[in-house]
């Protein structure tokens, strides 16, 4: 007899939405009875994934094999029907609604096809509160009134609720206590001593390692890994997966004489495959020199719950890299900085004058240029053309007594996206229609062309296909390089060293280490951004406060957290 | 209320003929041919009694005064109300609001005024409310907007919607019964209202007695002088050609005249409705085409304090053989012209 | 998506322009149709007359009618262009314009002749306007709740003033403005009001700075702030230009009905909201155009023209409006999507 076929085969899964392809061949095997983890990062494609396999998305090509036989359902009902039910992050209960109506919301229990069996309801739903560890919720309670772990027990109530094979969770555990968690783990269990298979997604590794029996990591849309032992393969082979590159990458050349300290070290990267120099458009065009007093300067800068106290100081020509995890708070620190949010300590200086806090328009006057992480909903007017998009910010460059001249606009947006090789080279098209990394591009000419000093970068290459970054690279380089001063954040750490010249390693709110680009390595870097998970399963989280990562060249940082806001100094 | 009736029987006897009639003209117009001086439209003279009676107190509540005629019926509630000094009048905040109004009402009949004058908002919402003051001994005289039952009210005093109609087609039918393949238009009013029906079906009833005479066309404005002069505007380009105009009511009938101008026409008859003083100004001026309107009286307000007093008082009408006064009464809707237009002058409202 | 993108190396990639050409003319193509699609509409509706009531309908008067007609609330529906544009809603101006008419036309007011009366009609829709500004931008509330309450007070304040009595215009220099003697070659000055103030959205909304960031605050409030937009201030802008607005079409409607009265500019917002939408305008945002609204304002008067002349009744002219206003989105979002 052929051996038992998987419960769930997905093979060369591929999902592309405008501007980016979000899962590019993407295979994953469940068996039945296991709890199968899905790791990645955000826009790595899990959602999208799951949302396949929920019959919210239908894929642009390859096969869903479930019980051997090709299926492919087109919604979430098909998909119940099959047997496969989802949980998601976003728990989607009606508040006003009891559990017991929520649980069988869709699929209630009638009479004569539309009386409704209310009783039936409600034993049902008791018993299935029951098996799950929670009888004190009470099937009539209207799901507003309870707490965020009790959702998370009525959702997956209405997975159970119908006849399920595969429930997929998405971060069931990010709302929950320990002992809320504890309790998710022993229904999971539950559910897998039934042959029920899981989907298990989450963040945190060292739930997967307790639960989980075998491990599929994606990054940039596909599997780099599958099937892997959840238990035996090392926290740093995964974290490596998740966060490295899947193909070798080509980093631009930093200057010569880049402000970075040790400029002697030979360039690991491939050399320059930047675009000619085309001049400078409306940026500060000369570089500073390297000992140049620098252009954004952070001091104190912190936000309660977000980050701790940061000083930093950005010149002209530098590129200066926040790397971190999810959670590290690294895009809190550059919204901050930009005025978004407002600190609750500390002051952000442009040449040496400091910015009215958490003011947007004072930070872009003094020029500065935010390249936010969610383009579509931070950044771009997505149904307007590219040229409208990028003369946002230098309106009244074009206009006179508030008079655009829709020419001179038109003429400046399409050498600021030229300049940039922005494409295609036509002003008029919507931006909705360009691909993720000619959107990043239309981003950074709307600050090129405002003539702006410093440029944060949250995410640059975020939902950009992986065969357009280097340029995306090339172009940063090239800029700072014609004299902007950057602050980039990125998860990907092969990212900040390759195109930072200094890199600042943050973890939990805090500055770890801090280094010129050349003196790190990825393993130096992923040790220092993981300290905290290895934490949390080897030794517990006893020692974490006052740990300072080791290493040569640390220079000694704000000590903690803690400490620093125990002195309590509110700078106005 | 056996004793109520009682008391008022007696008091009847002494109550003085003098006024005889008056209480019935504050309301319903006199013939213009009758000639009798003494008698106008809203008498000033009090109907039942003047002399001083038992001092009573009457409870007021109308609705919010957003149209002149309704302005006009408040107005003339409480100048009633002054002239006797035996009758002190509670008057409520004017409301729209159902709920509000009914408040307000059992406010009243908590501190138990002797008798009520309700126009209501809207007459079937506010039939509850009615019925329980009645229930609580106090005796209701319902303005205009008619309850739901008859139980509700002791007395109805109001307008007549289809006699409006009714005068307005005669009044037209008599200056056109000698033309030829005469054409009428109508500017009615808002179209929703049972009374906007009425006074449609009246006009159209009266014009059956003219077979020389053709409704042509029709448009329904909303009261405001904005859509009487929107609608107006649209019906004259419509019909190039027509020799009387009946608009519902005088509030929009100045849009209408507007239109009217700008349109530059003049060959035609229009009667307005309500009575409205602008309208009586008109009227009187005779210039332009506005040559009569028909009256909705706001005086049936004072009428009604009238009655509200003999109710109190235990008086009845004089002029009349019944002893109780009636249970309903029905404003006429007299067509003022230029004939008579100086005797209601003072009722013209703004 | 994939084609914008080159292999990392491409040196030749900046000749490779030509391979997006197609898209170029997508956006106004799109505006075009729909502009196209409610000329067709105005134009079914001429036939309908012209077949009709051909003597009454195919004439200068009522040319001049319809358009006359058409400019007080299509001078209120510019104003609500930009605000529905900008992501929000001005439930108020119905009522803005029947306080601002019924302030302009206090005996007080009209002592001072025309000059008074339009100068008070204007600062009182500032006035209003200013206020649900100041309460959108800056009080943090939701333009529909704010302007619901700005329509309940505005309204009330207008009973107040006029006690429900009708406040008629004795300045003759007023009046005059809506008679024939002062029609300019056979247009009447209202509608050069209207022509005016619908040419001058029109340049706002689509050559100057503040109509661009009317329309980037609607698309997109967050890219807007984070583009150094100041969002508040834009939207204070917005209510006032609204009110202000309303302010004139108060006027015109003084100058049309020649009186002021509480109970004017009645459902307004509903009007002015339906022409904005049927025009082409998103009730969520992002997009305008105030060439579609003039149609969608000239479309519901020509309706009402024709219902009028061919004598239909209110229940009918209902029914039909309800289901043209439905067909002329459906067939727009026809159009729109195969374009």
Redesign the interface.
């Known amino acids: 007899m052929a051996p038992e076929p998987p419960l769930l085969s997905m093979s060369g899964i591929t999902k592309s939405f405008p501007g980016v392809r979000a899962l590019d061949g993407v295979d994953l095997d469940v068996r039945a009875g296991e709890v199968h983890c899905l790791l990645g990062q955000n826009g790595a494609g899990k959602s999208t994934l799951i949302k396949v396999l929920a019959g919210v998305h239908q894929p642009d090509s390859g096969t869903l094999r479930w019980r051997g036989e090709r299926v492919a359902p087109r919604s979430p009902l098909a998909a119940v029907r099959l047997g496969i039910a989802t949980i998601h992050q976003e728990l989607d209960l009606v508040e006003h609604l009891s559990v017991a109506a929520n649980v069988h919301l869709g699929h209630e229990p009638t009479r004569a096809g539309f009386v409704l069996r209310r009783g039936a309801a409600t034993s049902a739903t008791a018993a299935l509160l029951e098996r799950l560890g929670h009888p004190e919720i009470h099937p009539g309670r209207p799901v507003g009134t309870l707490s965020a772990a009790q959702r998370q027990i009525v959702s997956m109530a209405r997975a159970l609720s119908h006849d399920v094979r595969l429930i997929v969770m998405d971060e069931p555990s990010a709302a929950l206590d320990p002992d809320e968690v504890d309790n998710l783990f022993r229904i999971v269990a539950g559910l897998t001593a039934a042959d029920v298979a899981v989907v298990y997604i989450s963040h945190r590794l060292e739930e997967i390692r307790r639960i989980g029996d075998r491990v599929t990591v994606l990054k940039d849309g596909r599997a780099v890994a599958r099937g892997l032992p959840a238990r035996s393969t090392p926290t740093r082979q995964v974290v490596a997966m998740m966060t490295g590159r899947d193909v070798g990458h080509v980093f631009p050349a930093r200057r010569a004489q880049a402000p970075a300290q040790d400029a002697a070290v030979p360039d690991p990267v491939v050399p320059d495959a930047a675009l000619p120099h085309r001049g400078p458009v409306a940026t500060a065009a000369t570089p500073s020199p390297p000992t140049s007093a620098p252009v954004l300067s952070v001091r104190g800068l912190s936000r309660p719950g977000e980050f701790a106290p940061l000083d930093l100081d950005v010149r002209a020509g530098e590129i200066v890299g926040l790397a971190g995890l999810v959670g590290s708070g690294r895009s809190e620190i550059l919204e901050t900085v930009y005025g978004a949010r407002r600190p609750r300590t500390g002051r952000v200086l442009v040449d040496g004058r400091p910015l009215r806090p958490g003011s947007v328009r004072a930070a872009v006057r003094a020029g500065l240029g935010l390249a936010p992480e969610e383009r579509k909903a931070q950044a771009l007017l997505m149904t307007e053309s590219v040229s409208r998009n990028v003369s946002l910010s230098a309106l009244p460059r074009f206009a006179r007594g508030g008079w655009i001249d829709r020419r001179a606009e038109r003429e400046a947006a399409r050498e600021a996206t030229r300049e940039l090789s922005l494409r295609p080279e036509v002003p008029a098209v919507a931006v909705a229609t360009l691909s993720g990394g000619n959107q990043q591009k239309a981003v950074l000419a709307r600050w090129l062309l405002r003539g702006c000093r410093v440029l944060l970068l949250d995410e640059p290459t975020r939902g950009v296909d992986v065969g357009a970054r280097a340029e995306l690279y090339a172009v940063v380089r090239r800029l700072a390089d014609e004299g902007l001063a950057v602050l980039l954040v990125s998860s990907e750490i092969p990212e900040v060293l390759g195109l930072a010249d200094r890199v600042l390693v943050l973890r939990e709110g805090r500055v770890v280490h801090e280094a010129p680009a050349r003196a790190l390595d990825e393993h130096r870097v992923l040790d220092l951004v993981m300290n905290a998970h290895r934490d949390e399963t080897d030794t517990g989280p006893r020692e974490r406060a006052h740990r300072n990562a080791p290493g040569s060249d640390t220079r000694p940082h704000k000590d903690s957290y803690k400490d620093a806001y125990g002195e309590g100094n509110p700078v106005s | 209320m056996h004793q109520l009736t009682a008391s008022r029987r007696r008091l009847l006897l002494g109550a003085a003929a003098a006024s005889a009639g008056a209480l019935l003209t504050g309301c319903t117009s006199n013939d213009t041919g009758e000639g009798d001086g003494d008698r106008t439209a809203a008498n000033d003279r009090p109907a039942a009694d003047d002399k001083p009676g038992k001092r009573i107190t009457i409870g007021y509540a109308g609705p919010?005064?957003?149209?002149?005629w309704?302005?006009a019926v408040n107005d003339n509630a409480r100048q009633r109300a002054e002239k006797y000094p035996d009758v002190t009048l509670e008057v409520t905040e004017g409301s729209n609001d159902t709920a509000q109004q009914i408040g307000q009402i059992e406010t009243l009949i908590n501190r138990q005024v002797d008798v009520l004058v309700v126009l209501p908002a809207d007459g079937k919402a506010l039939t509850r409310v009615g019925l329980k003051a009645m229930r609580a001994g106090i005796p209701v005289v319902n303005l205009d907007r008619v309850f739901n039952t008859p139980q509700a009210y002791r007395c109805w005093v109001g307008g007549d919607n289809y006699g409006m109609g009714l005068n307005a087609g005669h009044y037209i039918g008599e200056r056109l019964k000698d033309k030829p393949n005469a054409k009428v238009v109508e500017l009615a009013g808002l179209?929703n209202l049972e009374l906007t029906k009425q006074r449609t079906q009246g006009f159209d009833d009266a014009l059956k007695n003219y077979p020389n005479i053709k409704k042509?066309?029709?448009?329904?404005a909303?009261?405001?002088?904005?859509?009487?002069?929107?609608?107006m505007?649209?019906?004259l380009?419509?019909q190039?050609d027509f020799d009387a105009l009946w608009n519902h009511d005088d509030?929009q009938g100045?849009?209408a005249l507007?239109a009217v101008?700008?349109?530059?026409r003049e060959d035609f008859l229009m009667v307005g409705g309500a009575g409205?003083l602008?309208a009586f100004q008109a009227i009187k001026a005779g210039r332009g085409v506005l040559k009569a309107t028909v009256l909705y009286p706001p005086t049936m307000a004072a009428s009604a304090i009238d009655l509200a007093r003999a109710l109190g008082q235990g008086k009845g009408v004089s002029g009349l053989a019944e002893f109780e006064i009636p249970s309903s009464l029905t404003c006429y809707s007299a067509v003022v012209d230029k004939e008579n237009v100086d005797q209601y002058m003072s009722t013209g409202f703004? | 998506m994939t084609q914008h993108v080159s292999p990392p190396r491409d040196g030749t990639r900046r000749t490779a322009a030509p391979a997006g050409r197609p898209a170029r003319r997508s956006l106004p193509v799109r505006a075009d149709v729909r502009t196209l699609t409610l000329l067709g509409v105005l134009a079914v509706l001429v036939l309908i007359g012209g077949l009709t009531?051909p003597?009454?309908f195919l004439?200068t008067?009522?040319l001049q009618?319809v358009l006359?007609?058409a400019s007080v609330i299509g001078v209120v529906t510019v104003g609500m262009t930009f605000v529905i544009t900008s992501g929000g809603i001005d439930l108020s101006v119905g009522a803005i314009v029947a306080l601002s008419s019924v302030w302009a036309t206090t005996v007080a007011t009209q002592s001072h002749g025309l000059a008074g009366i339009l100068l008070a009609a204007t600062l009182v829709g500032l006035g209003c306007g200013l206020v649900n500004g100041v309460l959108i931008a800056y009080g943090g509330v939701v333009p529909f709740i704010a302007t619901l309450a700005m329509l309940a007070s505005a309204r009330g304040l207008a009973?107040q003033i006029t006690?429900?009595?009708?406040q008629?215009v004795t300045v003759r220099g007023v009046l005059d403005l809506?008679?024939?003697e002062t029609y300019v070659l056979g247009v009447p000055p209202l509608v050069l009001v209207f022509a005016a103030v619908a040419v001058a959205g029109w340049l706002l909304f689509h050559r100057t700075t503040f109509g661009r960031r009317t329309i980037a605050v609607g698309g997109n409030p967050e890219a807007a702030r984070l583009a150094g937009i100041d969002v508040r201030r834009q939207r204070l802008y917005l209510y006032l230009l609204s009110g202000l607005c309303c302010g004139i079409a108060a006027f015109l409607?003084i100058v049309?009905?020649?009186?002021g009265?509480?109970?004017?500019?009645?459902l307004y917002e509903l009007d002015a909201i339906a022409a904005v939408i049927i025009g082409g305008t998103l009730l969520s945002g992002g997009r305008g155009t105030v060439t579609g609204s003039v149609l969608g304002v000239l479309i519901f008067t020509t309706i009402?023209?024709l219902f009028?002349?061919?004598?239909l009744?209110?229940?009918v002219q209902q029914i039909a409006k309800g289901a043209i206003i439905v067909a002329a989105v459906l067939v727009q979002r026809r159009t729109a999507s195969t374009a």
């Open positions: 919010q005064a957003d149209h002149g309704l302005n179209d042509v066309a029709r448009q329904a909303e009261f405001t002088v904005e859509s009487g002069q929107a609608k505007a649209q019906l380009q419509a190039q509030d100045v849009g507007r101008d700008q349109a530059g409205a602008s703004k | 009531r003597h009454e004439d008067r009522n009618l006359t007609q009973l006690d429900g009595r009708t008629v809506g008679e024939r409607l049309l009905a020649g009186s009265q509480n109970t004017n500019g009645n009402t023209n009028a002349l061919n004598n009744q209110t229940d």
